[in-house]
């Protein structure tokens, strides 16, 4: 009877541990509830984007954006831009990010002022 005992208990340990790993796999975006993220990087860079498998090693990044500085050279004036990636040489269709390199993820409200430049750069395009 003990044997009977100690293999359903470990049975059992090994079903906990199996759907924990499944649950843990499964959700792949953050429950932010909205479709853009902010993503900080320990290296002071923000990206804004859609996040896709942020419980892998590397998260991935969508329909990426980041605020670029332009300065007028008359007035000499600084101005921030929000800028889409995918124009640079290598033409680059999302980014892949090291998790460790993420210091924080945060919801981009849909009335946010970030989220109506997006809406706008992707109505243009």
Same mark, same amino acid.
Do not use: W
């Given at each position: ?10 049975? +059992? ?22 479709? =853009? ?16 498998? +942020?419980?892998?090693? =590397? ?6 954006? =980041? ?12 101005? +921030? ?30 009335? +946010? ?13």
């Amino acid at each position: 009877m003990q044997k009977f005992t100690a293999a359903v208990t470990a049975l +059992s340990a090994v079903a906990i541990a199996a759907a924990a790993c499944t649950l843990a796999f499964v959700r792949n975006k953050p429950e932010t509830g909205t479709p =853009y993220q902010a993503v900080a990087l320990m290296n002071g860079q923000m990206f804004f984007g859609q996040l896709e498998d +942020s419980n892998r090693e =590397y998260v991935t990044l969508r329909d990426v954006f =980041y605020i670029q500085g332009r300065q007028n050279p008359e007035t000499r004036a600084v101005t +921030s831009v929000l800028v889409k990636r995918g124009g640079e040489a290598h033409a680059p269709d999302r980014m892949l990010i090291n998790r460790q390199q993420v210091l924080l993820i945060e919801p981009v409200k849909t009335d +946010s002022q970030i989220a109506k430049l997006i809406a706008e750069q992707n109505a243009a395009h």
